[in-house]
């Protein structure tokens, strides 16, 4: 009991210092809710749902969120700050959710894969190749896919989503900005700068 007590006195003061601008306290206040929130996220993601989002991308867009959105919080005690952003979280996974339901519905043809079985270089390969010739002529064999995977994934979380869901799945910039909270031209911030890094590092592969 006294340890608890303790840990809450402790979030307690790391609240407190985050609301005077400490981001220092802020980032290690978050890191204490991780993997509680990683687990809460696990539960609530259909095994469905799961293979489109991984809910270490909906904390760190949680974490984000409660950033940006710190003066929101009325709250004067643990809980109710556990509360908050378990609140947060909760939205995230709700629109991740819907968001399947949506894709589900979609025509199958405007499912965009990595590794096309006509043969030909997927949306994304395409777009990486910009304007290099030969590249964009090859067919996209299973070791290109792994490597642009691999890429996918050292992107920062926002820009993988945004790129994943804009050359990935299809959907268009405005449902992107909408799904991340964003202004369209932030959007296309991110996914412009999430391809530019895509492109050195398949370079630099």
């Known amino acids: 009991m006294g340890r608890v ?79 908050w952003l378990e609140g947060i979280l909760g939205h995230n996974v709700a629109n991740a959710v819907r968001d399947h339901a949506r894709l589900l519905k979609r025509d199958v043809r405007r499912e965009q894969s990595m590794d096309d079985s006509h043969g030909a270089a997927s949306p994304l390969k395409r777009e990486l190749d910009g304007d290099d010739s030969s590249p964009s002529q090859r067919v ?5 896919a ?31 900005a909408e799904h991340m909270g964003r202004t369209a031209a932030a959007t296309a911030g991110l996914i412009k700068r999430g391809l530019q890094t895509l492109r050195r590092r398949m370079r630099e592969d």
Do not use: C
């Open 5 to 83: 007590m303790r840990d809450d006195t402790r979030k307690m003061d790391l609240i407190a210092r985050a609301r005077q601008g400490d981001r220092q306290a802020l980032g290690e206040l978050l890191e204490a809710y991780r993997d509680g929130l990683h687990r809460l996220a696990a539960r609530r993601l259909d095994e469905r749902v799961a293979v489109r989002v991984d809910a270490s991308d909906l904390i760190q867009m949680t974490f984000l969120e409660a950033q940006r959105n710190l003066a929101q919080f009325q709250g004067e005690d643990e809980p109710a700050w556990r509360a």
């Open 140 to 144: 996209m064999r299973g070791e290109e």
């Open 146 to 176: 792994d490597r642009l995977l691999r890429a996918l994934e050292s992107l920062p979380p926002e820009q993988r989503l945004a790129v994943r869901l804009r050359h990935l799945e299809g959907w268009q910039l405005l449902e992107i």
